[in-house]
């Protein structure tokens, strides 16, 4: 009986503890190179907006990802269950920031080099927004209304069903990331910050002026991952 219940205990220890070793293994987050300078999506998002977001923002949510992954080892070595469970959605918070950002930046791309560029009538992209919404004027419509919809803070993410492989729109709170059942194929950022300096209160603008920077080859890419 005591044999069984020691034996439990260390099974549970290990596998408690396998976790922040994994997460440790990968290494710090780090920012993602982009692809393109801060300035290169004007007039649609501004340099000062672009370079605020990516210097500041995206900076905080990496740092905050890294310092609570060491704590999160730190109490889980400690067995402090209430530390490892109040880091575990600062991770899930900054972790998700970190993840949605970096698909973000990809996501855009200039006009010089293919931003808002809606592909061929034989890309299977296009196939695809085509038998699931109709076109691209309509599916870019059924996001806006998604964005426009997002109380506080949040996305709005043109997302594959894998059960359907239809697309679908969807909208997440936060920094909550798209899980389950679907792959995201274009986020948009519909937090202030992603548009105050330039557009202030008049966000729809926001929402429409960005479809001109969105880059659809990289949402194919994903697509057909
Ligand atoms: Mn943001």
């Not at 997460?23 to 672009?50: C, V, W």
Request: hydrophobic content about 40%; overall charge neutral; charged content about 20%.
């Amino acid at each position: 009986m005591s044999f069984a219940l020691a034996r439990n205990s260390f099974a549970r220890k290990a596998a408690f503890s396998a976790k922040p070793a994994a997460i440790l293994a990968r290494g710090k987050a780090t920012l993602p190179d982009l692809d393109y300078d801060f300035g290169a999506l004007e007039p649609f998002i501004s340099g000062q907006i672009n370079e605020i977001h990516y210097t500041k923002h995206h900076q905080t949510y990496v740092n905050g990802f890294n310092q609570a992954s060491e704590k999160l080892a730190e109490a889980q070595k400690e067995g402090n269950v209430r530390a490892t469970v109040e880091l575990q959605s600062l991770i899930n918070f900054h972790g998700g920031g970190h993840v949605n950002h970096s698909l973000f930046w990809k996501n855009l791309a200039p006009p010089s080099q293919g931003g808002g560029e809606r592909l061929g009538a034989s890309s299977p992209l296009t196939k695809a927004i085509e038998e699931s919404f109709g076109s691209y004027d309509k599916i870019i419509t059924a996001t806006n209304v998604k964005l426009a919809g997002v109380q506080g803070s949040g996305w709005a993410w043109i997302v594959k069903n894998t059960q359907t492989n239809a697309l679908e729109v969807i909208s997440k709170p936060n920094q909550d990331m798209v899980g389950g059942n679907y792959i995201p194929i274009v986020g948009i950022d519909a937090w202030e910050h992603a548009y105050y300096l330039q557009y202030q209160n008049v966000k729809a603008d926001y929402f429409k002026a960005i479809w001109n920077v969105i880059n659809w080859k990289e949402a194919e890419k994903r697509f057909l991952a």
